[in-house]
């Protein structure tokens, strides 16, 4: 539902910024995603690195792939629908 124009004056003066709440909203989604994305590349690395020195299987690989997958998905979904 968009704002009306009483809204909108009440945001601009309560944020005391030019930022609509539809940029901020976009920000807040990109920042989540940033540390989404950051998380999930973080957690393959880690993996990588226990599946070469032997100390995760490959099962256990596949099984942290999966759940990233799943988590991503939910994000995406939850948040950006």
Known sequence: MAMNGAQLNGWSAGTGSG???????????????????????????QAYRGLSSKSVTFRQFNELLIRLILLYLLTLFLFFH
Not at 26 to 34: E, F
């Open 19 to 45: 930022l609509t709440p539809a940029q901020l909203n976009l920000l807040i989604l990109g920042t989540l995603s940033i540390v989404i994305l950051l998380f999930i590349s973080w957690a393959l690395v």
